[in-house]
């Protein structure tokens, strides 16, 4: 086994690489190679050796990942049961606005057909210790598509240059294009961000990285005195913040949330009225909103105004607090198991 020595001289030579507009990597892990954690030796020998964790150091790596969302998230990484407003960085919320303002339909058409792929993703993922959210990062460089080619010759879902396939053994030439491999690009994608984390420690600083190359980021460091993308962004090229904002929206949409704006959201909003005349029921089983509606004879945008996120926190949460109108809170009292065997007859079926 190679010792640390080579390890280090390996990262800062592999790190010539370069993305769709992206470039090439300048490394700095040469003058913080003191820092080194255990976590990080963890993740240069797999870079290294281009090879998958054992199980004993696979935990370690994943409860290293996790942490590395402290700036977008106020509890580190994302938790499905708590509405997105309270956990979010305020920062990051006000940041992505626009940007959904203009691309939200695009998000919300694509997350119905993205499952498959992100099925991929998140699986091969887990192999390598890295937080599932970081799927979306395909999601902005390709739209996961793996016939996307960039002008500069970047190819596949992540957006391989054909020098940075070959670091991590993809083949690359007129017969065979290993970037558009799902599996194969996504295990070379996989490694780099791992590397890309061992030096940062922020998966929004590595973002950035991702797009524009590890010495702009360093370069944004030093000259804002801080690791905080917050602090620093504006010291990066504007494509590469644009990035981040894009995951962050991404993020949001795909996370199953309502994006709307301060008008769309007063009028969505149950009167005191309607608040008033309408019961809740904690409920649990595999409801789903479509059938739950057509059932109660209910417009869906009406069932979906006393009900928002209906079919995902059921989904997440294993229950949910139903609210119906009156009448229509006793025909579903009245016809709740014959709808629960419609709505399971149709997830057999479909």
Known sequence: MRG????????????AMAFSTKMPFENSFADTAIKFSFEDSLIHALYEKNSL?????LTAINNYTKQGFKDL??????????PYSNQVNPHAEMYMQGYLQQHSKYLYQLRSTAIPYFNIIENIFKEYGLPPEMKYLAVIESGLKTNATSWVGAAGPWQFMPETANEFGLVVNKYQDDRRDYFKSTRAAALLLLNLYAQYHDWLLVIAAYNGGSGRVDKAIAKS?????????????????????????????????????????????LTDSEIENSIVELITGKFIAS????????????????????????????????????????????????????????????
């Open 291 to 350: 059938i739950l509606s057509q059932r109660l004879a209910m417009d869906t945008k009406t069932f979906d105004r006393y009900n928002p996120n209906f079919d995902q926190t059921l989904s997440n949460a294993g229950q949910y607090a139903l609210r119906l109108p009156v009448g229509k809170m006793e025909l579903f009292k009245s016809t709740k198991y014959e709808i629960l065997n419609a709505c399971v007859q149709f997830l057999m079926e479909n």
């Open 4 to 15: 640390i020595a080579t390890i280090i001289l390996f990262f800062i030579t592999s790190n």
């Open 73 to 82: 998230f106020t509890q580190f990484n994302y938790n499905t049961l708590i």
């Open 225 to 269: 005195n801080s690791k905080s993308f917050w602090d620093l962004q504006y010291y990066l090229p504007e494509e590469s913040r644009n990035h981040v904002k894009k995951f962050i929206a991404t993020h949001f949409v795909m996370e199953g949330q309502s994006f709307n704006s301060k008008a769309e959201e007063s009028k969505n909003k």
């Open 53 to 57: 964790p054992k199980s004993d150091d």
